[in-house]
């Protein structure tokens, strides 16, 4: 490996502890809203809308920051991005109980937001500046490490909370200092939009130039699958299944680390298969996986090995549909389509769970985890589709 290269890893590796920890602060606070419930004397369903606040905020606000004309070379956007997300622990500290303890939350939950909001679009800017690495890898790299960050968080804040209470998480904010320490250490600079040349797309299939408007409805089918999975499967698992805390939490973050794997090792191999071949295969494949796991999760705690599977394969498809957002048709701008891609889909996932937090009352959890299979057969349908006009597309070129 060559200098060079070497120092780009270095960098990439610096983003992605940066990415991951933003994401880890939004990811603790699902797993306890059991115990929060009980602690601050409120209905479930309200601590799940205050706990949506938080992904809504962190991923609409990518939008406006997406917008705006990217002037600064200094990772110090992103530094102050992941200080602020480290407000998400104080969610768990509030000395009130009641309703106020919902808007206390809701507060905290818009402030942290911002921060892991601005980590995203400039953090992908950053990995857009790396010329070295493939940017199927660099991207699946970058945005997976962020969901294991999200479901890393998950078994970090059940465990504490089950072993030592709800008064340690506060101490998890020293994450957020030491985690940017190293993008002043790699010698990061972020390229200045309007110095960077749009690329463009491989002289093969794999990279295909894509409407931008398709590839955004997949990812937000997508984001909202992984919405749903993160915020309702551990508080099913605790609650109406009967598992320990800890176990729940666990199970989300095994699916993330299998999610991770499988994101990089599908992103390294998505320019010799082609990125839509593997979306629409993983998709597909991944319905009835999620499908399996859900009726056998309630009668064995061994199916938490099957959910890792099941990572590994189904969640490439939202850093694919990134990838290919980053080489679309469209008159957006980059850091647009990035703070779309990557926090518009998310926003959206955060409205749908507005809407099922209140229903989940009277149906229960469980019901409504299988809209994420469902979920999956219609991104994959829809991903298929847009490879039919994608080929008719390039014959008719031809």
Known sequence: MTAPLRKEWFQLVSLTLAHAVADTFVGIISPILVTLSGQYEVKLSLLIFASSILA?????????????????????????????????????QLPFTGNLSVVGMSVLAIVAGLGVATVHPEGLRAVHGLKLIPSSLSTAVFMVAGFFGFAGGALLSSSLVDNFGMG???????????????????????????????????ADDTTPRLPFIPLFVIASILAICSQIQASLLPAYLEKEVGYTLTFSG??????????????????????RIGHLRILISVTLIGAPM????????????????????????????????ITLARYSISSLRFGQRMGLSSGGTWGIAAMTLWCLAPLSDYTGIGPLLHLIWIGYILAGLLALAAAQRAHYSSSDKE
Do not use: D
């Open 56 to 92: 809504f905020s962190s991923n609409i606000f990518q939008i406006p920051i997406g917008h705006l004309h990217a002037r600064l070379t200094s990772p110090i956007l992103i530094v102050g991005g992941v200080l602020l997300a480290g407000t998400s622990v104080f969610m768990t």
């Open 168 to 202: 340690s998480l506060a101490w998890l904010y020293l994450l957020a200092p030491l985690s940017v320490i190293p993008l002043y250490l790699c010698g990061i600079r972020l390229p200045i939009e309007a110095e960077m040349a749009q690329e463009a797309p491989k």
């Open 250 to 271: 666990l199970s989300f973050t095994l699916y993330g680390l299998g999610g991770m794997f499988g994101a990089v090792t599908w992103g390294a191999l998505a320019p």
């Open 290 to 321: 999620t499908l399996i796991y859900l009726l056998w999760a309630p009668h064995s705690q061994w199916a938490v090995a099957f959910l890792a599977f099941t990572g590994f394969i189904v969640y490439t498809g939202f850093p694919l549909c």
